[in-house]
């Protein structure tokens, strides 16, 4: 009978650490998997995105076909991959939310920004509606598609181009990301 229980507990603790397993943040639910095309993409990591250190504004989970922690790769890999934001605070709004994304594009992407500023603009328009706590917004990554972006479910827009996915995912996986703990909490360590 003990041998029995010991198994439980080993398994279970095999399930919760197994690249996939969904995860649960302060009692918010964060999908172990999401769709992309015709594959599976597997949760690598989560975190909150903390504003001025304090205010816990949303839960950033990173999705990838396989767990990895070299964000290097990950930003540079042509492969599905996906980045949810779960919205956890009733204070962000629109206007602060496009505003910090179109500030983060500027400050943390390697790719020549004068490139991507036309899609920048054309992306920042899936957080033209109000923003509300627990809205989810995927940023879902196909090679030959580019990001597809939508807001609880329904798809806004789609921008093409590795260039802009590479500088997109740099927003939270650069060498000066927008939140140090969450990139590392994305990369799973």
Known sequence: MMFKGALVVAVSVLLLNHPGAADEIDGVNVPGSIPSGKVKLLLNGAGYRRYDRMVRVYIGSLYLMKKSSDSRSIIETDEPMAIRLQITSDMITDKKMADATRES????TEVKFTAIEERVAKFISVFDEAIKKNDVYELVYEPGKGVS???NG???????GLDFKKALFG???SDEPVDAKLKVEMLGR
């Not at 329904?154 to 093409?160: G, S």
């Open 105 to 108: 594009f500027t400050h943390t």
């Open 149 to 151: 972006a939508s807001k």
């Open 154 to 160: 329904a798809l806004k827009v789609t921008i093409p």
């Open 171 to 173: 927003i939270w996986l």
